[in-house]
């Protein structure tokens, strides 16, 4: 199974028959999988999500449902069955369109992180439904999962956990020297048990990746994922971002998917994705938001004020957490994956709101003075200076 995982670049990952079959066994046993129902298959054969959508529903004696992707829901008067699997970005989009005239008994995502907010919208969209959040990269196929509690209306800015082990699969979270790290302490997370045997005609990347599991039965390997995890005190995983997603700007290192989280926090925010960029000859953390569907002045959604929302952000994050810019979109921009596509997220216009020029001698060299500073061809009177691409160290 070709994938390019976070490098862009495809290689093709070695899954064992061994490793699909005690995916899928394990994942109907969580399901709750039964004949008669049916399952939407809507991923493409090249991903490894489509061997649970298929034989998921083919060991069970179900009905597998072939469809171009999950938009074409949005097509169907309605829709009625057992499963619908997605990643997260995708559901988001066709949730409120479909709400009302689909019913279905789980929903399993996989493949992104699972916010508070969108996990909100969909226990309100679709109430009677069993929310699963399941885990697992080509390299290992699903290795966990973690099913909402039914009910639980606590209002919370975390992410959904990604659970416990399948059957069969081992999970390590491990800091330097591959020693286990502390509950509630963030390290890389490992893999191991079923897993896959390595990458076809790529001997090095396989002993980078797939190494010796100094934890498991004499022989066995783990997959290092390069994702970022801890344990809860409950005995729960949590994923809380990419290793090779980190970023480090004035100093202090930064996971986006922290931010983003606070961003999909606020009421208006629907959707959210955070990247660093250069400009200027500075490193700058920009969020894109996607707001609800209703739309108020200058675009922006129903109640989203950019001004609010910075201060909405600052109040739950330290400052340099806070990003410079933001870019409201209709959409956030898909890979064909599915997954977000970083690199097609819009350039920011770092600018101020209405110009107002000023009015005195002072102003003008305060005014001429942040201009100079931020690189911009001016400043008004009312401008924020962090809203317009400034930040603690060019104050």
């Not at 629907?270 to 002045?297: K, M, W």
């Amino acid at each position: 199974m070709y994938t390019s995982g976070s490098t862009g670049t495809p290689k093709g990952v070695t899954i064992t028959h061994r490793g699909a079959v005690n995916g899928v066994a394990q994942l109907v046993e969580r399901l709750g999988a039964a004949a008669g129902s049916r399952m939407l298959a809507g991923t493409s054969v090249n991903f490894d999500v489509s061997v649970f959508e298929i034989f998921t529903a083919l060991t069970t004696g179900a009905t597998v449902e072939v469809v171009r992707d999950v938009l074409e829901l949005a097509e169907r008067d309605s829709w009625t069955g057992g499963v619908i699997s997605s990643v997260p970005s995708v559901f988001a989009e066709l949730l409120d369109e479909i709400a009302d005239r689909t019913t279905v008994q789980a929903l399993v995502f996989a493949g992104e992180v699972l916010s508070a907010p969108f996990m909100a919208r969909v226990r309100a969209a679709m109430p009677g439904a069993r929310i699963i959040n399941g885990y697992g990269q080509s390299e290992s196929f699903y290795a966990s999962a973690f099913e909402l509690p039914v009910g639980e209306t606590e209002e919370s800015t975390a992410n959904a956990p990604i659970g416990t082990p399948l059957g069969n699969m081992r999970t390590y979270v491990l800091g330097a020297g591959l020693q286990p790290v502390p509950v509630g302490v963030t390290g890389e997370l490992y893999v191991a048990g079923a897993i896959g045997r390595g990458y076809a005609d790529r001997p090095g990347l396989t002993a980078e990746r797939f190494v010796a599991d100094p934890y498991g039965p004499a022989g066995h390997r783990m997959y290092r994922t390069g994702d970022l995890a801890r344990w809860t005190a409950s005995g729960e995983l949590e994923c809380v971002g990419r290793e090779d997603t980190q970023v480090k700007i004035r100093g202090f290192r930064i996971e986006p998917a922290e931010v983003e989280a606070a961003l999909c926090a606020h009421p208006a925010v629907q959707q959210a994705a955070v990247v660093v960029r250069e400009t200027e000859g500075s490193r700058r953390l920009i969020g894109y938001v996607v707001p609800g569907e209703a739309t108020g002045p200058e675009g922006t959604g129903a109640g989203l004020h950019l001004a609010e929302l910075r201060r909405f952000v600052a109040e739950r994050l330290p400052e340099f957490l806070v990003p410079s810019a933001f870019v409201v979109l209709d959409r956030l921009p898909l890979a064909l994956n599915g997954k977000l596509d970083r690199s097609a997220l819009p350039e920011p216009e770092l600018v101020g709101g209405e110009y107002r020029a000023p009015s005195s001698a002072s102003e003008r060299v305060l005014a001429g003075v942040f201009a100079e500073v931020l690189g911009l061809e001016r400043v008004g009177v009312d401008d924020d200076f962090f809203a317009v691409g400034g930040d603690s160290i060019r104050s």
